[in-house]
C-alpha cells in the first residue's frame, strides 16, 4: 500500500484558509455570523469537555456549519471507542464499544504540539523543541448508539450589560465621547463606543465593544501586538482580522450572537488577498484572538476571585 503523505503544518493551513476564504466570498460581511456558535456550542471534546482552541476553534467551527452538524462534541476515533467503554488490546477488540463512527463519515483534522528533546551537538545537552502533529476528530453527528448533549441555553443579562461589565471587570477604559465612531486608541489606552441604544440590536453593540476591547488586549502594557500600522495597509487590516475572530470567540463565551461590523465589508478583499497569498495569516489571527479572549477571560475571572 503507498504510504500517504505526510499532513504538513503547512497544509493545516492552506485547509483553514481556503475554508475562510470560501466563508467570505459566499457570506461577505456575515462571514464569522454564519457559523458562529453560543457558549454551549462551542466546539468542546465529547469524553473531556475541553474547549478547542485557537485554529482548531476555528476549523471545527466552520466544519460543523459546512456538514450542518446540531453537536459542538468531538473526538477521535479511539476517543470515541473508549468513551462508548470498547477495548482492545493491540488491534483486537476484547470488548466492543457502543459509540462507533458511522460508516463512510470523513474525520476532521486538528492540530497540537507534542514537546520532544534532542541533543545539541555542541553543549551535549537536551534542547526542547514542539512537533507539530495532526489528529482526526469526529463530531458526534457522525457517531452511532451517541445521543449529543444538548444543554439548557442559560439565561444571560442583556448583552450592553454583559460587554459593560466583562469591560469593568478587566479593567478597560470604556468612552462615549465620539458618538459616530467604535475604535481604540493605543497612545490614550482607552475605547470609544458609541451609545448602546445607537445601535441596531444590543447584540451588535456587544459584538462592537467585544471587537474593540479584543484591539485594547494588544497594549503594549498587555500583549503587545504592533497596532501602530496605518490604515488600509495590510498590517492594519491583520490586526482587524485577529479583532473580528475575537470578537466572534468572546460572543460565544458570553452567550450572545455574534453580529458582524458593517465596516469591516471594505475588508473583505484585503483578507482574501492575504489568505491567498500566506495561508498562515489565518491561523495566526486565531492563535491571537484566542490569546486575547485568554487574557480577557482571566482577567474578569480574577475580578471576580477578588470579588467573592
Known sequence: MKKQPKFTKSDFNQMIAAKVIASMKTSGANWVKSWAVPKDQQPKNATTSNLYQSSNWLNLSI????????????ATYAQWFAFGGGVKEGKKIIKPSK??????????????????????????ELDGFNVFKISNVFNADQIEGYTPIIEDAQPTEQPDT???????DVGAVIKHDDLASAYFVPSKDYCNLPLATQFDTLEDYAATGFHELTHWTGHESRLNRDLKNSFGSKDYAREELVAELGAAMLCGTYGISAEPRADHAKYLNNWIERLEDDPSVITKAATAANNACLYIEEASAEKLGQAA
Do not use: L
Not at 99 to 124: D, H, L, M, P, R
Not at 162 to 168: E, G, H, I, P, Y
Open 99 to 124: 459509540y462507533n463512527v458511522k460508516k463512510g463519515e470523513k474525520a476532521t483534522k486538528i492540530c497540537f504540539f507534542k514537546k520532544s528533546v534532542k541533543e545539541n551537538k555542541e553543549t551535549g
Open 63 to 74: 466544519e460543523r456549519s459546512i456538514k450542518g452538524y446540531t453537536s459542538g462534541e468531538w
Open 162 to 168: 454583559v460587554f459593560d461589565q466583562v469591560a469593568r
